[in-house]
């Protein structure tokens, strides 16, 4: 009877014990789900910011097309992007983009000087930041998550109901490299 009473209470520890890992996964998992959501919200700001930037600049850089070109169809890729590594590569490519924008208006004075023209910069910038904090923050939860799925014992329920590792966001080569200003 001791015997029994002792199995028992070793299941229902058991039981408890499993719940409590899954109910832990669970959340880790919606975390990171909220975070993608919420940098999906500030990609849709640059989005529909780019647009208000390129026509700005279209006045004053009338022979710089293929630069304003790159841009739109760097926020096109990046809008049709699916999945967090393709939508990491899409949005690397239209932070260059954005770059080569700020780089031709050092060549235009009046462009720079133009009201319009910085408060867009300046919200843009702002967007960037957000953007960065928030990429940040994913990471964290994925990384949080990424540990509970592969720990030992938590990993054998993370397998039993198929949570997957998260990737990271992380920057291209690319997007590393520093922007050229001539005058």
């Known amino acids: 009877m001791v015997i029994l009473i002792v199995i028992l209470v070793i299941v229902v520890a058991l039981i ?26 500030h990609l849709q ?6 647009p208000n930037l390129v026509e700005t600049v279209k006045g004053y ?6 630069t304003l070109e790159n ?3 760097a926020r096109n890729t990046a809008l ?5 590594k393709e939508s990491a590569a899409a949005e690397d490519a239209l932070t260059g983009a954005l770059k080569s924008i700020f780089a031709l208006a050092e060549s235009y004075p009046d462009l720079k000087a133009n009201q319009g023209f910085s408060e867009l910069q300046r919200q843009l910038q702002a967007i960037e930041d957000d953007i960065l904090s928030s990429r940040k923050y994913y990471n964290a939860v994925a990384r949080a998550f990424n540990d509970k799925i592969m720990v030992f014992p938590a990993s054998i329920i993370a397998s039993a109901f198929h949570f997957v590792k998260r990737d990271y966001i992380d920057v291209d080569d690319a997007a590393r490299e520093r922007v050229e200003v001539r005058f």
């Not at 700001?45 to 780019?50: A, E, G, H, M, S």
């Not at 850089?61 to 293929?66: I, P, W």
């Open 45 to 50: 700001q640059r989005y529909d910011l780019v």
């Open 80 to 84: 049709s992007a699916k999945g967090t």
């Open 71 to 73: 841009v739109i169809q």
């Open 16 to 41: 408890i014990w499993a719940i409590s890992v899954y109910n832990s996964l669970v959340m880790l998992r919606n975390k990171a789900d909220e975070a993608e959501a919420g940098i999906d919200a």
């Open 61 to 66: 850089a009338k022979h710089e097309s293929a």
